[in-house]
C-alpha cells in the first residue's frame, strides 16, 4: 500500500542524526517536525530566520506571529533563536546545515532537481531553494513518485527549470526509498504491500534493482 505523506515524512526522520542542523522545505518535509525520533537531538532551521522549530502547535494554541518559510504556524522550543533572513542565508550558505529535505516536481537519474517553476505558471521567485542546494551537504527529496496526471517524477533528465544540479542524494516517495547513485536511482526500500514492478513502471529514469528488496520498517 502506498505511503501517506505522513508516513513519508516518518520515513524521512529516520535519516536523521544526533546533533544534525536541518532544514525542512515546503509541503511534505515540514511534516518531518512531528516525527523526531526518540533520542535524537536535533535543531530544525528556517531560512526566514528561525534556529529550534518544534513540531506543529495543536488547534487552538497557534501564534500568528510563529511561522516557516511556507507561512504555517509552528512551535519552538527552548533555547530557539529568532533572527533575521539575511544571518538565516549566511548559515545557509556557510554550509552549517548538514541536512536539507526538499519537495520536488522533478528529480533525475543524476540527481537534478526541479522545484520551483512550472512555465507559464506565476511564482514570486526561486526563494531560498537555489541557496540550500548549493550549500547543504546532504539533501533528501520528499515527494510523490508521480504527478496528478500519472506520469512519473523521477526521470532521466528534468524537464523544468532546474533550481540545482547534480546534489539529490535520497529519494523517498509513497512508493520507494531510492539512493542517487552514479548510475542511476538504486532501489533500497519499498513501501508495504508496493511492488518492485509498479516502481519500475512508474519510474522513468534509470533505475537499479539488486536482489531482494526489503520493506520500509519505522520502528
Not at 526518540?38 to 506571529?65: C, K, R, T, Y
Not at 530557539?80 to 550558505?93: E, H, P, V
Amino acid at each position: 500500500m502506498a505511503l501517506s505523506k505522513e508516513q513519508i515524512a516518518k520515513r524521512i526522520s529516520m535519516e536523521l542524526k544526533d546533533g544534525y542542523y536541518v532544514n525542512l522545505g515546503i509541503g511534505i518535509p515540514t511534516l518531518v517536525a512531528n516525527y523526531i525520533p526518540a533520542g535524537i537531538n536535533v535543531v530544525l532551521q528556517s531560512e526566514n530566520g528561525l534556529l529550534g522549530m518544534g513540531p506543529f502547535p495543536i488547534d487552538g494554541e497557534e501564534d500568528a506571529d510563529l511561522i516557516n518559510a511556507g507561512k504555517q504556524t509552528i512551535t519552538t522550543l527552548a533555547g530557539s533563536s529568532i533572527f533575521d533572513s539575511a544571518l538565516s542565508f549566511g548559515m545557509i550558505r556557510a554550509g552549517k546545515v548538514d541536512l536539507t529535505v526538499l519537495g520536488a516536481m522533478e528529480v533525475s537519474d543524476s540527481g537534478d532537481i526541479a522545484n520551483w517553476k512550472i512555465p507559464g505558471k506565476m511564482v514570486k521567485g526561486m526563494g531560498g531553494a537555489m541557496d540550500l542546494v548549493a550549500s547543504a551537504k546532504n539533501i533528501i527529496v520528499a515527494m510523490m513518485h508521480t504527478n496528478p496526471k500519472g506520469e512519473s517524477k523521477l526521470l532521466s533528465a528534468c524537464t523544468l527549470p532546474l533550481t540545482g544540479k547534480h546534489c539529490i542524494k535520497k529519494v523517498v516517495t509513497e512508493l520507494a526509498v531510492l539512493d542517487i547513485t552514479e548510475d542511476g536511482f538504486k532501489l533500497m526500500e519499498r513501501a508495504p504491500g508496493v511492488s518492485v514492478e509498479e516502481i519500475m513502471a512508474k519510474t522513468a529514469g534509470k533505475l537499479i534493482v539488486h536482489g531482494e528488496i526489503p520493506e520500509m520498517q519505522f520502528d
